[in-house]
Structures are given as structure tokens and as C-alpha cells.
């Protein structure tokens, strides 16, 4: 009974198994309950409209006779070079060891090297110092490595002239093709300088006519463009969609240079076939938008430049497929609206 006894632990000590007095958890009225969950349903996507470009105003129809511009003149193009001049072999003032050595054709003794057999080159002095003293040298073919057998072995000076003839010849031949090819540079200056003023005056006169073209309304009929069946309204905006497009198209830039371009190429053209003409650019154009759009998919791009108004931000696929759809119907309907509306 001496052994010490340990200190409590001062934890609870459980209820026997089966007692009925453990404790009663508080009832449920008591018990802190958390809010409901109830998110806020997601808002109604809508849609973004890109209303460029702005809408062009709609003149009532006037027909104009397109006017009358005649080609300025054309630039003259100057005398054409002298022809290039024959050399004379009279101009060649080198002798037999200048004019071989110059193509690389003087050679001293072969040396052997393993399996290669190589003829140094000389200078003219050298070959005829060596000559001078007896010594030989060997005359081959132009420059380079040639195989063994393909060089002659020289003694003396009067061998050596044996080979005058034929190398003034080919220096004679070097001599024209020189003269040949200035006078081809010649030639192509010439003809390059007349281009350019023939480039300078074609310009001019596309960018004369670009700012003379009629206006839309004196190419169409405008009237007839406006029916109010063609009318949409698109986000809260009532227009005619196929007209501003089809206006649109026909101020672009790239238009109205192809027009002033086609003009410049037939200046005596009628209206009727200026009007029948600008219908046919526009109508092209509008028909690749659709074509774009259907196979290309680069729709996108357009945002900005498409001639199209009223088209939607690409914030969802439901606009993007949007987008095509619209650009497939105005390629659809616009140029068969158009071709029953040209002024003739």
C-alpha cells in the first residue's frame, strides 16, 4: 500500500456501456442554420452590335451621263541606244605570254603529288624567263585542273607563238561579249526608264477617273433599293441592309481603283456600260464575302472592314455563327437585287 498513486489525468471519465446518462445533444430549433443556397441565374447573353461602318446616306436616284476624259499623252519614249560596236582585233595590244597567262594557260613542270598530277601556274614573266633560260613550260587548257596529257610542252619562244593566233581570237571573243552585254544593259535602261513614265502617266489618269466616278445613285436605282421589304431591324435599328451593303462596297478604296483602272483601259466607254461594269465588281465582291464566310470561315476579319452593318461582336459562338449566316444571306440576295437595278 506504500506504492505512490498516480495524479489524474483530469479527463472525464466515460459512462459505462449501456448507462442512460449520457448527455442529451441541444434540439434542433436551437441549432444556428446557414442561409440557402440559391444562386442568381445567369444573365441572358446580349448581343454586341458593330455598327461600322456608319450608314452612308441614301440619295434619291440621279441619273448622270459618265463623263467624257480623254487619255492624256502618252509619254514619248526616247531614241534607243546605239547598237553595241564590233571590236577589231587591232585593239588587242598584249602578246602570246600576256594573253596565256591572263586565262591561266602558262604552267611550269608537272608535279605528282600520290595519285594527282599538277602543272603550277606561271606568270608571263616567269614563262619567259624560264624559256630564256631553256628551261620549258607547258601550255594547257583555261584555268583549273585538266587530266595528264592535256598540256603541251613549250621549248622556245617560236613554239610559243604558235599560239598567238588563237589566243587573240578568244580575247577578241571576251572583248565583244563585253561590248554585247553593256549594250543589253543599255537596252533594258532604256526600256526601264520609258516603263516608269508609262507607270507614272497610267496612274495619274486611274487617279483622275477614281475622282470623276458617278455616284452610287446615278449607277442604281435607289428607289427600287429602298422597297420596304428589304427592310430588317437589328438591335433596336430599322434599315436596308442589302442597300447600305451594296454601297458600302462600291465607296471602298480597292473598288472605286478598279473602276478607275478598267475605265482608264476603255476611256470611250458608254454610261450603260460603266453602270453594267461597276455591277459586276460590286456584285463579285459582295458573292466572295459569302464565299468567305461559307468556306473560309475568316469572318472575323471583316469586323472594321466588312462593308456589312449591323454585324455582332464574336462574344459567343451563337454571334459568330450569327455573322456567317448574315454575310451568306447578302452574298445570296444582293447581287440578284442588284442586277435588277442597274441604270441602263
Do not use: C
Not at 215 to 229: A, I
Not at 250 to 269: G, I, V
Request: cysteine-free; aromatic content about 8%; glycine content about 6%.
Amino acid at each position: 500500500n506504500d506504492r505512490p498513486v498516480p495524479p489524474s489525468s483530469g479527463r472525464p471519465t466515460p459512462p459505462p456501456i449501456g448507462s442512460n446518462d449520457r448527455p442529451v445533444p441541444p434540439g434542433g430549433s436551437d441549432r444556428p442554420t446557414p442561409p440557402p443556397v440559391n444562386p442568381e441565374p445567369p444573365r441572358p447573353h446580349v448581343p454586341r452590335y458593330y455598327w461600322m461602318p456608319t450608314f452612308p446616306q441614301v440619295m434619291p436616284t440621279e441619273r448622270r451621263q459618265l463623263p467624257r476624259i480623254p487619255l492624256p499623252p502618252q509619254p514619248q519614249q526616247g531614241p534607243a541606244p546605239a547598237p553595241a560596236r564590233r571590236v577589231d582585233a587591232s585593239e588587242i595590244n598584249l602578246d602570246v605570254y600576256q594573253l596565256l597567262a591572263e586565262k591561266g594557260r602558262l604552267r611550269s613542270r608537272e608535279k605528282r603529288f600520290f595519285f594527282f598530277t599538277v602543272h603550277p601556274v606561271l606568270s608571263a614573266g616567269q614563262a619567259k624567263n624560264m624559256l630564256s633560260q631553256g628551261k620549258p613550260v607547258f601550255v594547257g587548257p583555261d584555268g583549273g585542273w585538266h587530266g595528264q596529257g592535256s598540256y603541251q610542252q613549250i621549248g622556245s619562244e617560236k613554239q610559243l607563238d604558235s599560239y598567238l593566233g588563237e589566243a587573240k581570237n578568244q580575247k577578241l571573243s571576251e572583248m565583244q561579249a563585253a561590248e554585247d552585254r553593256a549594250y543589253q544593259n543599255r537596252v533594258s535602261e532604256w526600256k526601264a526608264n520609258h516603263d516608269s513614265q508609262v507607270r507614272a502617266w497610267r496612274d495619274n489618269d486611274i487617279r483622275h477617273r477614281e475622282a470623276a466616278l458617278p455616284p452610287f445613285n446615278s449607277v442604281y436605282d435607289t428607289n427600287r433599293l429602298m422597297m420596304s421589304n428589304f427592310f430588317v431591324s437589328v438591335g433596336g435599328k430599322e434599315f436596308n441592309r442589302n442597300l447600305i451593303t451594296a454601297t458600302n462596297v462600291y465607296q471602298q478604296a480597292e473598288t472605286r481603283r478598279e473602276l478607275a483602272r478598267r475605265w482608264h483601259e476603255n476611256p470611250d466607254m458608254s454610261t450603260s456600260d460603266f453602270n453594267r461594269l461597276a455591277n459586276s465588281v460590286i456584285s463579285q465582291k459582295i458573292a466572295n464575302l459569302g464565299w468567305n464566310a461559307q468556306y473560309q470561315g475568316d469572318w472575323g476579319t471583316y469586323l472594321g472592314t466588312n462593308p456589312v452593318p449591323g454585324l455582332r461582336y464574336p462574344d459567343t459562338q451563337e454571334d459568330v455563327d450569327w455573322n456567317a449566316r448574315v454575310i451568306r444571306e447578302i452574298a445570296v440576295e444582293v447581287p440578284m437585287l442588284l442586277n435588277s437595278s442597274v441604270l441602263q
